[in-house]
């Protein structure tokens, strides 16, 4: 090929040396090219190697900090005080042993017992005795004898029964009795969110019955709770007999009962 081309190059009129100047020019160019890539190249891989190398230490010193960090023990409280020690519990001192030869009786012969004996419970009579005559033997008191009669009106007092103000109708010798318990009944309206629902039930109401037959106030209800306040509402109506206890009239608790059903 090269012949060729000098052929060629001899034949359109370029001459050796320019043919050589030529080829030298270029082969300097390109050897600088190659250079200069292979060091670019070579460069860049020593930089990245660096780069990778300085990720890597502060990996390792992130990761040796983390450690120490984790192992350390946590520091102690400022509130955290030294217990102090326990108090020292001194030894009561041994008393030294007791001579008991001391305290065993000595014997004493049964006439002087006898004698101690009976002095000594003439000495006691003497002075627990009060005073008073002892010639028959028995104890008469000399004092004034005074009766405390406040006390004895507060136990009177206290073990009488108290009366109650209120009753219920089993306590009392008659019951209230309800002389208007249709007329209250008939006046009653059956509640329309009852009706509508189709719910019936029983319902019981505590009234308290004054000493006059009139109802004076409407406890508890019992039953369905649709229906308790109408029966709240019409339970003051009632009029009743006065419930008596002891021939008295009195207050007394008594219940009615109302009946809700659909025709």
Known sequence: MVSDNIEVLQSTGYGASELK????????????????????????????????????SKNKDIQQRIINITDLEPPPSATDEEEPPPPKIEEPPVAPPKDLTALTPEPVAKEKAEEQTIKTQEELEQIKAPVGNQDSGKFQFTGNVKVEEKKIEEKVVKEKVEEKSVYQSFEVEKAPECVNLAQVRASMRYPEIAREAGLEGRVTVKVLVGPDGNVIKVGSVSGPDVFHDEVRDKASDLQFTPGLQNGKPVKVWVTVPFNFKLK
């Open 21 to 56: 100047k030529t080829y030298q020019k270029y082969l300097q160019k390109g050897l600088i090219f190659a250079i200069l890539i292979h060091g670019f190249i070579i460069g860049t891989y020593l930089f990245a190697n660096y780069i990778s190398g300085l990720e890597e």
